[in-house]
């Protein structure tokens, strides 16, 4: 399977603990995005990357989450301190972007964080 | 924050019948796109519409997109068991990184 492959697919931990989740995208995709997505509700936008570079970060993304996609190919997304109001399915996605903007995002079955 | 909304929030349809469902947005926008989510899992993209296009088809689905009204729908025919899920709408803008912007959805279910 070439899709979006993201690990874990869920974790449980406690409140004040750091957890780190990894997206590896479709082969060749250069952008990489995070989302956010609480129970009921739509995915909302955390961050993306061009090829290494990350481009934009949402005002969701406290000083507690960070990013990293090291070579340009798999991601990794960082929660310092865990709170509870972090539970949530973390979702990756990734798109294509040569010169042709018009790409669907491919999403990954996310990672689910519950926080006790 | 989310684009816009979807209506209605829940659906409930026999299998065979169609399933409808609106999705309206604020802001200028280059394309907008569907989404299907089984619970618990990732988003399975379906179609995207551009900007600049007013309908499209994919097997069983229609989407139209009137950009006066800032508003879209997905129109699934023939609707069957396993399209139960729940719906989503995404915008996106080139200025912004293609970044998506999501509705709440609607929740789909087809009764066999």
């Known amino acids: 399977d070439t899709g979006v492959s993201q690990d874990p697919r869920h974790k449980i931990t406690k409140r004040g603990q750091n957890v780190t989740f990894r997206c590896d995208p479709i082969?060749?995709?250069?952008?990489l995005y995070w989302y956010r997505q609480t129970l009921g509700q739509g995915p909302e936008f955390l961050t993306y990357?061009?090829?290494?570079?990350?481009?934009?970060k949402s005002r969701l993304l406290s000083d507690r989450f960070s990013a990293e996609r090291p070579k340009g190919s798999f991601s990794t997304l960082e929660i310092q301190r865990t709170e509870q109001g972090d539970s949530a399915m973390y979702l990756c996605?990734?798109?294509?972007?040569?010169?042709?903007?018009?790409?669907?995002?491919?999403f990954g079955d996310g990672t689910r964080l519950s926080i006790l | 924050s989310q684009q816009g909304e979807e209506d209605p929030q829940a659906l409930s349809i026999q299998e065979g019948e169609n399933a409808t469902m609106n999705c309206s947005y604020k802001?200028?926008?280059?394309?907008l796109q569907w989404y299907r989510q089984n619970s618990g899992r990732g988003l399975v993209h379906l179609i995207l519409?551009?900007?600049?296009?007013r309908e499209k088809h994919s097997g069983r689905l229609r989407v139209t997109l009137d950009t006066s009204k800032k508003s879209s729908s997905l129109l699934i025919t023939a609707s069957r068991a396993a399209d139960t899920a729940s719906y989503f709408c995404?915008?996106?803008?080139?200025?912004?990184?293609?970044?998506?912007?999501f509705g709440g959805g609607t929740r789909v279910l087809v009764k066999p």
């Open positions: 996605a990734s798109s294509a972007f040569a010169g042709a903007p018009n790409q669907p995002q491919h």
């Open positions: 802001t200028s926008i280059n394309n």
């Open positions: 082969s060749e995709h250069n952008r």
């Open positions: 990357f061009q090829n290494e570079a990350q481009l934009e």
């Open positions: 519409i551009r900007s600049n296009e």
């Open positions: 995404a915008t996106d803008a080139w200025a912004a990184g293609n970044k998506l912007t």
